[in-house]
T-cell receptor, first 111, second 112 residues
Framework: AQKVTQAQTEISVVEKEDVTLDCVYE???????LFWYKQPPSGELVFLIR??????QNEISGRYSWNFQKSTSSFNFTITASQVVDSAVYFC????????FGTGTSLTVIP | NAGVTQTPKFQVLKTGQSMTLQCAQD?????MYWYRQDPGMGLRLIYY???????DKGEVPNGYNVSRLNKREFSLRLESAAPSQTSVYFC???????????FGPGTRLTVL
């Protein structure tokens, strides 16, 4: 069974639209960490955020925000006022003593 | 400060050949990781080393071996390459387990 599910394989939005990338995870541990990474077309992986299982506060960083809900095992990522430079594959990941990536959501922002 | 470096960047092997992928980090991190990335599969953990002197299997360890040579270096060896091992391989490091990982640029491996 997938430990991290990113059901949206591909999303296209027009520039300046808001977009939410979904992430659902599965773990039996009470202590775990969740991450989001970005992989632009150049191929490198860039860390965006880390959240531990005891901190359900939502976080905002510029145009990026994250919504962590333990009740639904979800850690969703919203980009506000999307820009062409946001076009990339975004990965959600879980660390519960092993490290699991989701299969990624490919976001295309159309100018 | 180079971060995480990987060599080579590209490699083509024939079935049955062996090779070692090299990874080094200069951030004094304790933990290091090897992943493979295949289309539609995301990244899958092959092996990791939580600290110098330890290595553990990840999700897809079959066909691979690793060596944590010292704190800086973590190599991945394919003893007898198979076409199913055609992939992009990423090395990563983190200060400790549970911290964010920093990734190398990747090695694109093709096995014919």
């Amino acid at each position: 069974a997938q430990k991290v599910t990113q059901a949206q394989t591909e999303i296209s939005v027009v520039e300046k639209e808001d977009v939410t990338l979904d992430c659902v995870y599965e773990t039996r541990d009470t202590t775990y960490y969740l991450f989001w990474y970005k992989q632009p077309p150049s191929g490198e992986l860039v860390f965006l955020i880390r959240r531990n299982s005891f901190d359900e506060q939502n976080e905002i960083s510029g145009r990026y925000s994250w919504n962590f809900q333990k009740s639904t095992s979800s850690f969703n990522f919203t980009i506000t006022a999307s820009q062409v430079v946001d076009s990339a594959v975004y990965f959600c990941a879980l660390d519960d003593n092993q490290f699991y990536f989701g299969t990624g959501t490919s976001l295309t922002v159309i100018p | 400060n180079a971060g995480v470096t990987q060599t080579p960047k590209f490699q083509v092997l024939k079935t049955g050949q062996s090779m070692t992928l090299q990874c080094a980090q200069d951030m004094n991190h304790n933990s290091m990781y090897w992943y493979r990335q295949d289309p539609g599969m995301g990244l899958r953990l092959i092996y990791y080393s939580a600290s110098e002197g330890t290595t553990d299997k990840g999700e897809v360890p079959n066909g691979y071996n690793v060596s944590r040579l010292n704190k800086r270096e973590f190599s991945l060896r394919l003893e007898s390459a198979a076409p199913s091992q055609t992939s992009v391989y990423f090395c990563a490091s983190s200060e400790t387990a549970y911290n964010e990982q920093f990734f190398g640029p990747g090695t694109r491996l093709t096995v014919l």
